[in-house]
Nanobody, 122 residues
Framework: QVQLVESGGGLVQPGGSLRLSCAAS????????MGWYRQAPGKQRELVAA???????NYADSVKGRVTISRDNAKNTVYLQINSLKLEDTAVYYC????????????????WGQGTQVTVSS
């Protein structure tokens, strides 16, 4: 199996910054897309940003210009830098990865981390 472990969440004042990290480990042949999602209380989980193995990026409109996603393929790690944090960024942030776990298989499987809380409050 594959484990995704997030870190870097916490309590931040409006206008502050955070860097989230997510490290994948386990039966990994290759990781395709890695991404960050978030879920605020009473709302559905939504995509924040995603990055392909080759570096193509996708950002939610609500965070464009404030968020940077990056990854280190050698470390199977994805990062999310969030700047100019707003109250509405408060949510549990989840890491997601499409992982090929079987050699020679073209198909990846979806794995999720346990989530890390980001709270923006003055």
């Amino acid at each position: 199996q594959v484990q995704l472990v997030e870190s870097g969440g916490g309590l931040v004042q409006p206008g502050g910054s955070l860097r989230l990290s997510c490290a994948a480990s386990g039966s990994i042949v290759r990781i395709n897309v890695m991404g960050w999602y978030r879920q605020a209380p009473g709302k559905q989980r939504e995509l924040v940003a995603a990055i392909t193995r080759g570096g193509s990026l996708n950002y939610a409109d609500s965070v464009k210009g404030r968020v940077t996603i990056s990854r280190d393929n050698a470390k199977n790690t994805v990062y999310l830098q969030i700047n100019s944090l707003k109250l509405e960024d408060t949510a549990v942030y989840y890491c997601n990865a499409g992982v090929i776990t079987t050699p020679l298989s073209p198909y990846d499987r979806d794995f999720w981390g346990q989530g890390t809380q980001v709270t923006v409050s003055s």
